[in-house]
Each structure stands twice: as C-alpha cells, then as structure tokens.
Nanobody, 122 residues
C-alpha cells in the first residue's frame, strides 16, 4: 500500500484547507483510513478516521465540528476538510491505513504517507 498526502500550506486562523491522500491498493474494503498530526516536539496524535467500506467517520474531540474526513472510492482518495483552523492545528499531517477495526492508536496503522505541513498563523 502506498499513500501520498498533499494539500498542506500556510493559512490564517479561521481559514480552511483540504488535505488529500492518494491511495494505491486493490483491497480498500479491508482498510480504515486515518489522519494524524504531529507538532514539533510532540507525539503523533489521532485526528480523524474513516471506514473505507462503510464510510463511518471518527474524530478527535479537538477537531469535531471543524474537520470532515471523506473518501472517494472511484478515485481512491481520502480527504480531510479543515475549517475554522486554529494556530494549535499547526502540525505535519499524515494519512495512514489500518487493516483492523477503527482506532485512534497510531501503532495500529500499517501504512503511512510522507506527511504534509499545515501552518496556521494567528
């Protein structure tokens, strides 16, 4: 499985960005797709996840109501729409794939993209 994340950038507080994750696999129904983020000097944290087969989404409390995860089965893409961005959202964002039940634990994710930087200025 190969994952490629893109869409990061610099945005002012209150602004929006959409991250994209291109996925290359033939067995997508087996996976949960997740987004994580890691700020400098901090551990990698769960942001959102989506079941590829059912579309059920899961969110960290810190992003509920502001971020939306979605997937496009035909394009093999996963998206993270980020609205009302805050300076504390600044981090490198990673997409990841998990072959198990949906989880917030990054150790359960088997495949990772390269990360894309999101910077939110105040």
């Amino acid at each position: 499985v190969q994952l490629q994340a893109s869409g990061g950038g610099l945005v002012q507080a209150g602004g929006s960005l959409r991250l994209s994750c291109a996925a290359f696999t033939r067995t997508w129904s087996m996976y949960v797709m997740g987004w994580f983020r890691q700020a400098p000097g901090k551990e990698r944290k769960f942001v959102a996840a989506i079941s590829w087969s059912s579309g059920t989404a899961y969110y960290a409390d810190s992003v509920k109501g502001r971020f939306t995860i979605s997937r496009d089965k035909f394009k093999n893409m996963v998206y993270l729409q980020m609205n009302s961005l805050k300076p504390e959202d600044t981090a490198v964002y990673y997409c990841a794939a998990c072959r198990n039940a949906p989880t917030t634990d990054p150790r359960a994710y088997d495949y990772w993209g390269q990360g894309t930087q999101v910077t939110v200025s105040s």
